[in-house]
């Protein structure tokens, strides 16, 4: 019984204390180029020292840092905000993805094709050929006389055995 009462007493007291301060978190809306803080129970102060209700920080790196909500001069809740941009950046939607690996699918596949057709090709050797040459020249039989040449007489010491001569 004692248990049960102690701890209806801490969440009573939980309770109270948390009406009595009031809400102190910094609500974050997310924009296209921009984010918003907000601070219900305060003023934020920018860099400039203008105060605010409501703080709008652009995409960019400098925005980098920690924003205090102020109430009566003292920080009631403070915010850190990172920004990470990229400005020569594409983004990767499932279309890209897709179409990069297709199109590395066909180039690979097409090299290996032309890869196998190219090795599996048979060798052919130069030797002869079995087919009949067009190129190839018939020898003419020669029909001129015999009146410019002397016949050579086989065995047999003639005119132009020069070197048995001596």
């Known amino acids: 019984m004692k248990m049960r009462f ?11 204390l948390f009406c009595q301060t009031g ?8 924009y296209t180029n921009s984010v918003k803080l907000s601070c ?10 203008n105060t ?20 009566d001069g003292s920080a009631v809740s403070h915010i850190f905000v990172k920004f990470r941009t990229c400005d020569n950046c594409v983004e990767f ?10 199109g ?15 090795a599996s090709q048979t060798r052919t050797s130069r030797g002869p050929s079995k087919k009949k040459r067009s190129d190839k020249q018939q020898l003419v039989p020669n029909d001129v006389s015999d009146e410019q040449y002397q016949s050579l007489h086989h065995r047999t010491p003639d005119v132009y055995d ?4 001596k």
């Open 52 to 71: 605010n209700d409501s703080l709008v920080l652009p995409y960019k790196d400098e925005n980098t840092g920690k924003y205090d909500c102020m109430k």
């Open 6 to 16: 102690r701890l209806l007493l801490l969440q009573t007291l939980a309770a109270f």
């Open 93 to 102: 939607d499932m279309t890209s993805i897709v179409s990069i690996l297709v």
């Open 40 to 49: 219900p129970s305060g003023k934020f102060e920018d860099r400039n020292g």
């Open 104 to 118: 590395n699918l066909v180039a690979t596949t097409g090299i290996g094709v032309a890869v196998y057709l190219v």
């Open 23 to 30: 809400s102190t978190d910094i609500k974050v809306e997310e």
């Open 162 to 165: 020069k070197i048995r001569n």
